[in-house]
């Protein structure tokens, strides 16, 4: 059986050091000299090591078998790993950006029912956007665990009327839904970018929506849907489980035209998995950029924090957010999801003021 190759940085820092072999991450300002080199078969795990970039070609020749596979799959992973990013919707990848969270529904688990009045979810918006929102993410179907579907109808009544008024008054605007018919209203009202928690799987109409209004897309993993997710989520092994499926799902959509730089993707903190499985995930986020696209992560007031601490409730949990920001910063993450746009980009310039000092 033909051995997949995985590639992690490890310690990514700050400046970059001449005289060595670092190599920049994603054009993220953040330097690596080492990764840890795993290699799979299957679903079970047949080697691991930890080495420095300018050992890996003398490591790959000694391997023997699939020696010529194995060497191409580097060579996509590396420049994966090393490319600057295209812009992602217009906004420049080498910095970090804030997609502020507009849920206009009754039942998300933090702010379900916060917004129910167009007007009123138009005006929190618009708020986050003046804050220094990057984009403004709408969604009308709440995709907690439990939670239940709704009609498509009633999602476009939510979203559309808000999508609208934050577009016109000049606002990058995403649309969260799983939903085709949805993604298209939504084009049509304004939105810019499509987010989908399915990976535009969910929807057999979805990937050809995408396709032909040659919208930006964010492919997130989801293990199961949102009624079933948490009910015992299962992985021969997280990390490498969920690399393999966004890696297969940007493929696919690559396929039916969608360009690379139009594709960000999501590991799904919280989708299907448990707090072990949270924690791995957010330590090998820096691997996920050997996809070759931006990577977005959300994981404002997720459950996993109150798990972790004294168990706040969800608009209890601003600072287990910013630690989780802090993270995905020093992993190169270059879009972040959140309910606090303008707490997270303070602690942005602050975290970035000290790395720079350096």
């Known amino acids: 059986m033909p051995r997949r190759l995985y590639l992690c940085p490890l310690a990514p820092v700050a400046s970059s050091d001449t005289g060595g072999s670092q190599k920049s991450l994603a054009g993220s300002g953040r330097f690596f000299a080492q990764c840890e080199v795993n290699l799979r078969s299957g679903d079970e795990q047949s080697f691991t090591k930890v080495l420095p970039l300018d050992e890996l070609a003398g490591w790959l020749a000694a391997q023997s078998a699939d020696s010529g596979g194995l060497s191409a799959q580097m060579e996509l992973a590396l420049t994966g790993l090393t490319s600057p990013r295209k812009p992602f919707a217009d906004l420049p990848m080498d910095r970090p950006q804030v997609m502020g969270i507009v849920n206009v529904t009754p039942d998300s688990f933090s702010d379900g029912g916060d917004r129910l009045d167009a007007g009123k979810a ?33 999602e476009i009544e939510r979203v559309v009327p808000v999508i609208r008024g934050l577009s016109d008054a000049g606002a990058r605007v995403s649309v969260d839904t799983r939903h085709a018919a949805v993604m298209r209203a939504a084009i049509d009202a304004g939105a810019q970018i499509v987010n989908d928690v399915t990976a535009l799987e969910s929807d057999p109409e979805s990937l050809g929506v995408v396709a032909e209004s040659g919208m930006p897309v964010v492919l997130m993993h989801m293990q199961g849907d949102p009624r079933t997710m948490q009910k015992n989520p299962d992985y021969a092994d997280v990390v490498f489980d969920v690399f393999d499926y966004l890696k297969r799902r940007v493929e696919i959509c690559l396929d039916a035209g969608i360009a690379r730089d139009a594709i960000a993707v999501d590991v799904g903190i919280g989708f299907g998995k448990t707090l072990e499985h949270n924690l791995r995930l957010l330590d090998a986020l820096a691997m996920f950029h050997s996809i070759g696209t931006p990577l977005l992560l959300g994981l404002s007031r997720k459950s996993f924090i109150a798990k972790l601490s004294n168990g706040e409730a969800p608009k209890e949990r601003l600072a287990g957010s910013l630690a989780g920001v802090a993270a995905g910063l020093a992993r190169g993450v270059q879009i972040f999801r959140v309910h606090d746009v303008a707490e997270t980009l303070q602690m942005i310039a602050v975290w970035q003021a000290i790395e720079e000092s350096s």
């Open 122 to 154: 138009i005006d929190d918006g618009l708020a986050m956007w003046e804050a220094g929102a990057s984009i403004l993410d709408v969604g009308g179907e709440s995709t907690r665990p439990g939670a239940e579907p709704v009609s498509e109808a009633a």
